[in-house]
């Protein structure tokens, strides 16, 4: 193989690499919102259960001002039942003493019943905030694990680069135009500028090359790009 294409080869091997690790650096916010969403899943499962609770407690502290007052508006209308003497005032007063009363049975089931809810909640709110923290632990060591994972992702880069730069430059001093072909079809081709012949077929786009083409590829002298798909080939060690 022509000391070109080597290098050609080894480029490829680290840009691929570094491809390689700076999309998984890319991919680390997602991955981080992913994280933070489940954490926020949790964390609203437990306001909504402690909002229901406060929301409980505010109609219960409302119904027992409301049931007062309906007890205060009984004694009231029994005062003055006392103090009338009209048969009729009488009869009214005792209609309205009768449907405060109903009123008051009314709210007393209602309390009773938010009473109930509320008890039902408590264990709802315990495994609630149980799960929260839970999730909460878990979701911080990921998060630290995802970050510690991006420091070591970037120093490998940096040190790949550095590699990289120096074959770069070598293949460049050895053909320019190559370096320049190589470099378009490395980022047109999904990181697949040079690939291997299997047979008479590039493995880049999967056609079959001419005979001719074949043979350059297999005599190693000089560089030969693929008809349909422009890759660069080469050929697989016997």
């Known amino acids: 193989m022509i000391e070109t294409l080597e290098k050609l080869l080894l480029l490829q091997e680290r840009d691929q690499r570094l491809q390689t690790f700076l999309r998984e650096i890319e991919g680390v ?11 926020q899943a949790a964390q609203q499962t437990l306001a909504t259960a402690k909002e229901r609770a406060s929301q409980i407690e ?3 502290k409302r119904l027992e001002v409301e049931a007062e ?3 205060s508006q009984i004694a009231k209308y029994r005062t003055q039942q006392f103090e ?3 048969n009729e005032e009488y009869a009214a007063l005792k209609n309205e003493i009768e449907r405060a009363e109903k009123d008051i049975i009314g709210i ?4 009773l019943e938010l009473m109930e809810e509320a008890e039902n909640l408590k264990p709802a709110i315990a495994d609630a905030e149980q799960k929260f ?10 998060l630290k694990s995802t970050d510690d994972k991006v420091g070591i992702l970037q120093g490998r880069s940096e040190a790949l680069n550095v590699e990289r730069t120096a074959l770069a430059s070598e293949v460049q001093t050895l ?3 190559l370096f320049e072909l190589y470099e378009n079809l490395f ?3 999904d990181g697949r500028a040079v690939v291997a012949l299997e047979g008479e077929h590039c493995s880049g786009c999967h056609t079959t090359v001419t005979r001719s083409t074949v043979l350059e590829v297999e005599a190693r002298k000089s560089i030969v790009s693929c008809e349909q798909c422009g890759r660069i080939l080469y050929a697989l060690e016997e």
């Not at 916010?29 to 954490?39: I, N, T």
């Not at 007393?108 to 309390?111: G, I, K, N, Q, T």
């Not at 923290?133 to 990921?142: D, M, P, Q």
Request: hydrophobic letters at 30%; a positive charge.
């Open 29 to 39: 916010p997602a991955e981080k919102a992913a994280f933070e969403r489940e954490l």
């Open 58 to 60: 505010i109609e219960r």
């Open 69 to 71: 007052g309906k007890r």
């Open 84 to 86: 009338t003497r009209k």
């Open 108 to 111: 007393e089931d209602r309390v």
């Open 133 to 142: 923290s839970a999730e909460k632990t878990r979701v911080t060591a990921l």
């Open 175 to 177: 053909d320019e135009n």
């Open 187 to 189: 980022r047109t081709k």
